[in-house]
Each structure stands twice: as C-alpha cells, then as structure tokens.
C-alpha cells in the first residue's frame, strides 16, 4: 500500500521556529504530490503563517493542548499541568488525528519529547500505524532520563518506523543515553531561510561587529556565557560590538545580564530579523556559545554567506566546523573554553576573509538543496506498513 496520508505532529512550543522548516516543506512537497496531509500543533494562541499556507493548500490542521508558558508563576505551571494530565485520561488529545486515519505519522521534536506525548504512542500502536521520528536536537552535557524513562524510550525508538537526526552527534547520544542502537537512522540537513547562496563581502570601515542569532533561551544557545566573556577589561577595550538577534523566553534576564556587565555601549539587541544576508551584510563574526545543538541553521547560513563561527563542541557543529581551518571550536560550553576560541579568532581577524571562503565553501558542498523532497523521500520509504 502506498502511501495517502501523512500526520505531520509537531512539539514545538511557540508559534514556528527552525524545528519546523524541514517537515514543513516535505508537507508542501506531499500536497504537491496529490498526498493528503493533517497537521496537530500545540495551541500557543496564533497560528504560524506556514500553517496557514499549508491549509490554504489543502492540509488539515488541529490544534491541541498543552501549552505552559516557562514565564508562569510556578504554581500556575504546576496546576496546568495536573489539569492537562486529568484532561488526558478523560480524551487523548491526539484522537482527532488518527480519525483521520493517516498511514503514519511523522513526529517532530527533541530526542526524549516523546516522554510528553504518551498519548500519541498509545494510539498509535494500538491502530498499528508507523511512526517516524524527526529529532532536531539533544542535550549531552547530562543524561536527562532516568532509567525508567529510557525504557520507556527505547520502546518508542524500537517501535518507530525509523529516526532521522539533524547531525551524527545527536543519534550517538540518543544511543549512548539509551545504551541502546537506533534501527533505520538516517542524518539529514534543515533547510536554509537564505535568498542567495553567494558569499557576501565583509563589511568596511566599521569596528568589528560579532552576531549571535538565536532563541533567547540562555540554557540552550548560551547568551549568558558570551555576555560575561566579553565582560572582560580585553574586550570592552578592543572597541568591538555585539548585535544579539532573536526573541524569546530569556529576553528580560539577557538585558539583566548586560546591565550587569555593564555591556550597554558595546551590546544592541534587535528581536528577529527575518533577512539573514542582512545580517551578514552589517557583521563579521558569528557566536554561538551553545550549550547543546542539533544542527543550528544560523551556524549553516553564517558559513554560506561566507562568514567564520565561533562556536562550543555540541551537536554537529564539528560535522561541519574544522577548527582554525573554517571557523573555531571551543571545547566546552563554558566561559574559559569559549573566550579561547574567541581569542584564537580574533587573533587571526586578518584573516577572517579567508576563512570565510573556506566555510562557504564546506557549507555549499554539505547543505541539502532539496530538502524538503529528501525528507518525503525518507517518509515515503519507511512509512509505509504494507
């Protein structure tokens, strides 16, 4: 039997973010192909314009709950998510989907997001339909399951039809933390938000401009460490600048930390900026102080347009990084590591240039052009339960 219907299920907790590129454009390239799509998103109050294009097109979106806001008052979080759970034993918040009868599902989150999705494995090994799982990152620092849980996971990943990671690093943690091997792995690359894939020149006569484009959530992309880095006398006297792009939970607590280093002269925040060769048209270097990864798309853009990323030993990034050749490496996400990447970089800026050119040129022969039609591929090859 081929496959008719796809059940894309996404985890993500805000409205869209770069989790979401790579099944959305495989939807896309299912609708095209005359294949029936549903799609269940978490109710975070607004629908992402892709989800409004994809029902434009022809899918079918529900909406379901379980949204907590990590800015709640503790005690609110902790009623939301009794209320959820009782909610859950009353009806499986996943229901509307498999009444649509889809022949799989494709599931998108972090390594252990199914741990809160319970209900959907119910359902959907008692309708016996195949489950394929799109991880787009994982923490490695520390083993955040306990044995119980990784039981539990190792149940999903072995029922899973297969497993696609955005980097290596990630199924080798996945597999080490489970202590188990994941069947029918597969790495595939997120999709680029770039107009053009050439390089773009270094800016001139203006100081030394570093970017960080992110989510602002210290825990995960590390904001934090790089404020107090360059709260060091070497940096504030080295006349650079900061430009910090993005939005998110941590927002109050990163202007916090600048008016505490007192940063405020060398550090400017600009929310999200959709235009991402702009970025690179007005700064030199990318930072990326991540304390875990899958594979950061602003890691990959950055090197397309021709720009050297200084960034910690997570994820993929030394799948794609070859430190001191087209970017720089700490070894630790913390702040000793990562200041010695950046003074390593910054003492071979003559040569940013030239290493730049080198990381184009790596990332254009390593991204995906195609990607949404890779990750159909992948579904439509292991999806299919006849």
Known sequence: MSIKKIAYISFIKDPWGGSEHLWYLSAKEALDNEIKIVVSSIDVGQIAEPLKELEQQGAKLFFRRGFIHPNWKKNIRILQKIRYALLDLISNPFTPIIKEKPDCIVFTGAAYSMLLNKPLFKLARKHKIPILLNIQVNIEYTRPINQEEAAYLREIYNYSAAA???????????????????????????????????????????????????????????????????????????????????????????????????????????????????????????????????????????????????????????????????????????????????????????????????????????????????????????????
Not at 276 to 298: T, V
Not at 299 to 328: Q, S
């Open 164 to 386: 696609s990671f955005v980097s290596e690093r990630n199924l080798r943690v996945t597999e080490r933390h489970l202590a188990t091997h994941i069947h029918n792995s597969i790495v595939l690359s997120n999709p680029v938000n770039l107009s053009s894939l050439e390089i773009i020149p270094l800016p001139s006569n203006t100081p030394l401009r570093f970017a960080i484009v992110a989510n602002l959530l210290v825990n995960h992309k590390g904001h934090d460490i790089l404020l107090e880095v360059l709260s060091s006398n070497k940096w504030k006297q080295r006349g650079i600048e900061l430009h910090i792009y993005g939005t998110g939970y941590d927002k109050s607590y990163i202007e916090e930390l600048i008016h505490f280093f007192n940063l405020e002269e060398l550090v400017t925040m600009h929310g999200k900026v959709s235009d991402i060769r702009k970025i690179w048209k007005e700064n030199h270097l990318l930072l990326m102080p991540s304390l875990n990864e899958g594979m950061a798309l602003a890691v990959i853009e950055a090197m397309i347009c021709g720009r050297p990323v200084v960034t910690t030993d997570v994820g993929g990034n030394v799948e794609w990084i070859v430190d001191n050749i087209n970017g720089f490496i700490a070894e630790g996400a913390n702040v000793r590591s990562f200041d010695s990447a950046l003074e390593r970089a910054w003492s071979r800026r003559d040569e940013w240039e030239l290493i730049g050119r080198n990381a184009h040129e790596t990332a254009i022969l390593r991204y995906d052009k195609e990607p949404g039609k890779t990750f159909l591929n992948f579904i439509l090859a292991y999806g299919d339960r006849s």
